[in-house]
């Protein structure tokens, strides 16, 4: 299941740092691109302010 950025975003770049998929860009807030996301998770671990969730 692929992941989504909310507008909670504060851009602080942790989620793109752990992400083993390249599937992180960044911008305001940061995007997950759907089609390099291979679920894994790694990046709601590293986010402080809990923007990421589940699609």
Known sequence: MAFKITDACIACGSCQANCPC????????????ADKCAGCGACVAGCPVDA????
């Not at 990421?52 to 699609?55: A, G, L, S, Y």
């Open 22 to 33: 390249d599937a992180i860009t960044e911008g305001d807030i940061y995007v997950i691109d």
């Open 52 to 55: 990421i969730v589940e699609e």
